[in-house]
Structures are given as structure tokens and as C-alpha cells.
């Protein structure tokens, strides 16, 4: 293989990298849905209230005089939990607020007008039937002897809490509700650093578990909607659902009852508006993700009947979320790679038990890799040592034979490379068999809940957000810059990968500034140990010549 299949493979490389880079900085848009458009902004519609029919939401043999609720008669009540103050509306019997108390700051993951999370009937207004310290409960009369009871349980750290929504019939008719659901959405919210991506990161699923195979999550979408046949082969006996971002997650699980798949209505309702580009066009509609669950609201005269769910709510801890039931942990996913990726953060985890430190945990990390990675690289840098050793003879053949006769050419670059035992696929076959493992540490180290508000040293204290003064991005640019320069041969200025490779270090700093600092610390590391490497190399190689 010649030097220019050489740099078409390290091309090819870095543009994987690259367009890693540009899914973190620039995510994918959502695709537009026909919801009416609004002007408002997020802060204008916290301090609004949807107005709907209640006609919509009573009993149909009753059908009451329908009317609307007036603020006034909506009432809020507050259970502050260890880790959350969690906000109850009387309108819906549902979350109008969930503030987790964060490490860094308290977020409210709920901040988006809507019916409220877990909303039953938003069109009625409950009362409050008793308050404990995690526990509150609300009843409704929807018709004269027809009630809706619903109660909200919390557990501990290490369990899941609980929704019970009874009914109760004491007429002597069988009575039915119409549309009687539990809404999720729409949107979660997120920590400050992670709100830019948040939008593109959303998603709705339903969680199936196939025959003797891992579960699964299975994003849904408008299309589904529309597509009963396909709303079904996607999620047949699903058994939770819910809704979640990078760092978040809200999941349903039903616990006496059995969903089926076209009980499940995903929707993408409006939530706030932002910048269009800086400003600079005005601005633009986003959308969350909206989950309405469906349950069957018929009672038989006299009966009542109680469906119980349990749920979560709060960050994707892989620790706690795998001491929990249901397969909550499938729902923090790496991507390609992803066993190696679970590898990669369970050594993390165990280093940070040593150094206390995740931080010091990543560079130790780094470190380890490296040694595992040692004769790989070892290869790539000796074979891109050799290459830029030969480069004045290589030149030499090209301009004597390039044009005039390139199957002389040929046997001469085979009879340079025979002689110096050199090899360019040598130095690209490790960068391809190290780039998986790059992959799986990008998404690891990016979605990993521990490194959230996790600090460093000096001026890094959250090892999830970018570095806030970008010396970490800058160090890694300088150093690639000196890596580039040890190791990279002249090309020429007629060769056209020079310019990529010139301008390489400085396009990889920019997409770098806003990637997490434990992954860019990590990167910057690696860099650091190669240039040893290359350093000790060259040496050896100058005291062999």
C-alpha cells in the first residue's frame, strides 16, 4: 500500500472523529409535527394555566354541567423529600413541579405547562384527603356516587414509589370514563449545561423485553401514531414506558394491570421558545416529547377498581438504577459498544474507591488503557516514525518515475518499504482497532452520572460540563500540533491532505470546547503518553541509525 492509501485511511479516521464531534455540538433537529404554533415564551407560560373541556374528561352516562376551573380554586401542596421537593397541583391530581436537588444547583425537571406529570384527568379538580411526609392523596367526585382516589407513595433511595389510581362505583349502573390516561410530559428538564442539547437528547419509549434477550428501549414517535401495525411490532408487551434525557428519567411501570401497545400515545407538544442562532433569526418553537398511558375507566355497578404503578423519578445513576427491579439501568445507554463501555465506567468506579478523586480516576484510567493499548500504539508511532524517516527516498521515486512510469515506481516504493521493513497499513490498522474503544469512552464518559458535578482540580468542578476557561481544549490542540509535527511526514504543498492535516489540531480544539472535561482531560492524557512514546522512539531510532 502506497502513502496516499495511507493518508486516505487516516482521513477516513478522522472524519469519524470529526462527525462525532459535530453530533455532540450541533444535534440533529427534531422533525416539525402539525401542533399549533405559539409566540410565548417559557418564562410566560409558567405563570399560565391550560383552559380545556371538562366534557372531555367526566363519566358519559353522568355528564355534569362541564366548567371550567378557576385559578383560584387550584390548590398546590409541597412534599420535601430527602432528595427532591416534589409540587402537587389539586388540578389533575399530578406533578406540577419536581425540583431535584442537585450537587451543583436545584433543577426543576418539570418546568413545562402541560397537564403535569402523572395527570389523570386534567380537566377535574381534586381535593386533598390526607398529607404525610411521603404520602399525599386526592379524591374527585366525578359524578354523584362515581369517585377517583389517587395516591402518591414515595420510598426510600433503594425503591421505587408507587401511584394508585382507584375507582369507585357506587351506583347501580355500570359507568365508564372517557379518555382516562396518565400523562408523562411533555419534555423533561435538565441541569444548566446540558439545556442546549436537551431537545435533541428528549425521547419517549416503551421498554419490551424480547425472548432470552436483554430489554430493550424503544423510542416512539409521531409515525407510530399513525401506524397501529407498527405501534405494535415495536411494543408488543411492553411492560414500563416513560420519559427521559442524557442525565434523567421518568418511568412508569404498571404493577396489576397489563398495557398494551395502543395504550400508549406519544405526542410532541410545545414547551418553550429559544434563539434561532444567536439571536440572529428571531426565534424558534421547541418541542417535547408528551406520553399519555390509557386506562380502561369502566366499572361494574357497586365494584371498584385500583390500578397500581410504580414509578421513578430522577437522575440515571447507574448504581442506584441497577440496585432498582424492571431493568431500570437499560435506560442509560452508551451506544456501539456499549459492554465495553459498561467496562470502562466500572473501572472508573473502581479507581475513584482509591483516589476519592474522578478526576485523578480518568488520568489513572487513561493511563491503564494505554499500557493495554501499548504495542498497538507502539506500532502506529514506530510505523509513522519509519514512513517519515523514508519520505526524502520516497519523494526521490516519485518525481524519477511518478508521471513517466508508475509500475516502476511501484516495484521501487515495494523495494524501500522491503528495505526499511516499513509497512503504511501497519500504521493505520491500530488507529482502526483503537477507534472503537474511542467511541465507547466518548459515550461513557459523556452520559456517566457520576462525573456529574464530580470536580477536578483548581478551576474544573464538574467533570460533565466543558471546561469553563477551555484549557484543557487548548493544551489538547497544542499537543496534537507537536504530535502532528513529530510524526506526520511532508506531504508538499501540492499534496491536498496537507491542508487537513495543518489545520487538524486547531478544528479539533473547537469541537473539543464544549465536550465534557472528563472526556477532554481523558483525550489530552492520551495525547500526552503518545508523545512520550514518540519521544523515547525517536531516540532509540536515532541511536539505531
Not at 420510598?155 to 379518555?179: F, P, Q, W
Amino acid at each position: 500500500m502506497d502513502n496516499k492509501n495511507n493518508d486516505f485511511l487516516k482521513i477516513l479516521i478522522w472524519t469519524l472523529l470529526i462527525y462525532i464531534g459535530f453530533t455532540f455540538v450541533f444535534p440533529a433537529k427534531k422533525n416539525p409535527t402539525q401542533q399549533p404554533q405559539t409566540t410565548q415564551t417559557q418564562e410566560q407560560q409558567d405563570s399560565n394555566i391550560v383552559k380545556t373541556d371538562i366534557t372531555e374528561a367526566v363519566i358519559k352516562e353522568a355528564s355534569p354541567d362541564a366548567k371550567e376551573i378557576k385559578e383560584d380554586e387550584i390548590k398546590e401542596y409541597v412534599l420535601n423529600l430527602e432528595d427532591a421537593e416534589v409540587i402537587f397541583t389539586t388540578k389533575g391530581a399530578s406533578i406540577k413541579g419536581y425540583i431535584y436537588k442537585d450537587i451543583i444547583e436545584p433543577v426543576n425537571l418539570t418546568p413545562y405547562e402541560g397537564p403535569g406529570y402523572f395527570a389523570t384527568l386534567p380537566n377535574v379538580n381534586f381535593e386533598l384527603v390526607s398529607k404525610g411526609e411521603k404520602e399525599i392523596s386526592f379524591k374527585a367526585e366525578l359524578a354523584e356516587g362515581f369517585d377517583i382516589y389517587k395516591t402518591y407513595t414515595f420510598g426510600t433511595e433503594n425503591s421505587l414509589n408507587n401511584l394508585s389510581v382507584k375507582l369507585v362505583n357506587k351506583t347501580a349502573k355500570a359507568l365508564d370514563i372517557s379518555n382516562l390516561a396518565v400523562n408523562l410530559g411533555p419534555g423533561l428538564n435538565t441541569v444548566k449545561s446540558e439545556r442546549g442539547d436537551n431537545p435533541s437528547i428528549w425521547r419517549a419509549f416503551c421498554t419490551v423485553k424480547p425472548e432470552n434477550k436483554k430489554p430493550v428501549l424503544e423510542k416512539l414517535t409521531s409515525k407510530m401514531m399513525t401506524n397501529t401495525s407498527k405501534l405494535e411490532s415495536t411494543c408488543s408487551n411492553w411492560y414500563w414506558g416513560g420519559i427521559d434525557n442524557r442525565y434523567f428519567l421518568v418511568a412508569f411501570i404498571p404493577q396489576n394491570f397489563k398495557g398494551t401497545a395502543t395504550d400508549l400515545h406519544y405526542s410532541s407538544k410545545f414547551v418553550y421558545q429559544k434563539d434561532s442562532f444567536f439571536g440572529l433569526f428571531g426565534k424558534k418553537d421547541v418541542e417535547g416529547p408528551e406520553l399519555d398511558i390509557k386506562l380502561k375507566g369502566l366499572v361494574a355497578p357497586g365494584e371498584e377498581v385500583v390500578y397500581d404503578s410504580a414509578f421513578y423519578f430522577g437522575p440515571k445513576d447507574i448504581k442506584v438504577l441497577k440496585a432498582l427491579p424492571y431493568d431500570l439501568s437499560r435506560s442509560v445507554e452508551i451506544g456501539f459498544f456499549n459492554q465495553f463501555g459498561q467496562y470502562v465506567l466500572d473501572l472508573l468506579e473502581w479507581l475513584y474507591g482509591i483516589t476519592h478523586n474522578y478526576g485523578w480516576a480518568i488520568v489513572l484510567m487513561t493511563f491503564i488503557i494505554q499500557l493495554v493499548l501499548f504495542p498497538l500504539t507502539y506500532k502506529q508511532l514506530k510505523a509513522s516514525a519509519v514512513m517519515q524517516k523514508i519520505q526524502p527516498e520516497m519523494k526521490r521515486i516519485q518525481d524519477k518515475y511518478g508521471k513517466t512510469d508508475p509500475m516502476a515506481a511501484q516495484r521501487e516504493m515495494m523495494a524501500l518499504y522491503k528495505k526499511y521493513g516499513a509497512n503504511p497499513l501497519s500504521g493505520c490498522l491500530p488507529l482502526l482497532i483503537q477507534f472503537p474503544i474511542f467511541i465507547a469512552l466518548f459515550n461513557a464518559l459523556r452520559t456517566s452520572w457520576c462525573l456529574h458535578g464530580a470536580p477536578f482540580i483548581l478551576w474544573i468542578k464538574d467533570l460533565s460540563a466543558k471546561d469553563p476557561y477551555y484549557v484543557l481544549p487548548i493544551a489538547m490542540g497544542v499537543m496534537m500540533f507537536i504530535q502532528q509535527k513529530m510524526t506526520m511526514p511532508d506531504m508538499g504543498k501540492d499534496n491536498p491532505n496537507a491542508a487537513m492535516f495543518k489545520w487538524m489540531p486547531i478544528f479539533m480544539t473547537l469541537l473539543f470546547l464544549n465536550f465534557p472535561s472528563g472526556l477532554t482531560l481523558y483525550w489530552f492524557i492520551s495525547n500526552c503518553i503518545s508523545f512520550c512514546i514518540n519521544v523515547v522512539l525517536k531516540k532509540k531510532m536515532a541511536k539505531a541509525a
